[in-house]
């Protein structure tokens, strides 16, 4: 698994908050979230900047809390409202790595990430993200690809 440091500029997006148990209903969680907001996008003439993601800002081991969210442009996120909220994801340092297979194993990704960070001496924090390049209806789920971004610092 290859993992690389990258720079990235602030993103601001849209989102609506979400939290479930570490089940089968995380699938359901998700879905409902980015029907929302991608229905916020076609409403409002808003241009997605990014496939559906997942944003967490902090790990509770009891509930799976997340932001469904689509990067978009600042004029775009002025636009927030009612249940959809805007904020920024934050510019500098982080660590990136790609996921393949199914979503029920990403947590092996993840581990892996902060193991390398911790081999390299490597500070993470948050927000993690995580963006899903892949349409599960699509792809199989053994080639599903998604992206995962850890904050740095």
């Known amino acids: 698994m290859e993992f690389t440091q990258k720079d990235l500029p602030e993103?601001?997006?849209?989102?609506?908050?979400r939290e479930c148990g570490f089940g089968p209903e995380i699938a359901d969680a998700m879905g409902s979230a980015f029907g929302e907001v991608f229905g916020f996008v076609q409403e409002n003439?808003?241009?997605p900047r990014s496939m559906p993601m997942s944003i967490y800002l902090g790990m509770d081991p009891k509930i799976l809390r997340?932001?469904?969210?689509?990067a978009v442009s600042a004029e775009d996120a002025a636009k927030a409202s009612g249940a959809i909220k805007a904020d920024t994801l934050p510019g500098g340092a982080c660590m990136t790595g790609v996921h393949v297979g199914p979503y029920d194993r990403m947590n092996e990704t993840h581990q892996a990430m902060w193991a390398h960070m911790e081999a390299e001496g490597i500070k993470g924090g948050m927000p993690i993200?995580?963006?899903y390049v892949?349409?599960?209806g699509m792809v199989e789920p053994d080639t599903l690809r998604t992206e995962i971004y850890?904050?740095?610092g």
Request: overall charge negative.
């Open 11 to 17: 993103q601001p997006y849209i989102y609506v908050d």
């Open 45 to 47: 003439g808003i241009t």
């Open 66 to 70: 997340f932001r469904g969210a689509v």
């Open 129 to 131: 993200w995580e963006v």
């Open 134 to 136: 892949d349409d599960p």
């Open 150 to 152: 850890c904050t740095l």
